[in-house]
């Protein structure tokens, strides 16, 4: 099977910073696309930053300007650094992973999440 561990969650006053790690393991061929989800309280999960294998970026139109998504294939993680953190980006953060086994399978994993908690 296949473990996604975030790391990087925590405290930062509006207009800081804080960088999310995510690193896969496990039965690994390869990954597709992988990304950054988070849900507030009383929310639905929503998309934040996505990218592709081999970059390609794509962003929530709130985060555009702010955040960052980047990965490192070669450890099989992504990372997301949000700058000019905002109240509003108080959510739990989750990484998301399309990897495709030895086997031929393509199974999406989630990570257990990361809280994120900014005060104004």
């Known amino acids: 099977q296949v473990q996604l561990v975030e790391s990087g969650g925590g405290l930062v006053q509006a207009g800081g910073s804080l960088r999310l790690s995510c690193a896969a393991s496990?039965?690994?061929?390869?990954?597709?696309?992988m990304g950054w989800y988070r849900q507030a309280p009383g929310k639905q999960r929503e998309l934040v930053a996505t990218?592709?294998?081999?970059?390609?970026?794509n962003y929530a139109d709130s985060v555009k300007g702010r955040f960052t998504i980047s990965r490192d294939n070669a450890k099989n993680a992504v990372y997301l650094q949000m700058n000019s953190l905002e109240p509003e980006d108080k959510a739990v953060y989750s990484c998301?992973?399309?990897?495709?086994?030895?086997?031929?399978?393509?199974?999406?994993?989630w990570g257990q999440g990361t809280q994120v908690t900014v005060s104004s």
């Open positions: 998301n992973a399309d990897v495709s086994h030895w086997n031929g399978g393509r199974t999406p994993y």
């Open positions: 496990g039965s690994i061929f390869s990954i597709n696309a």
């Open positions: 990218i592709t294998r081999s970059g390609n970026t």
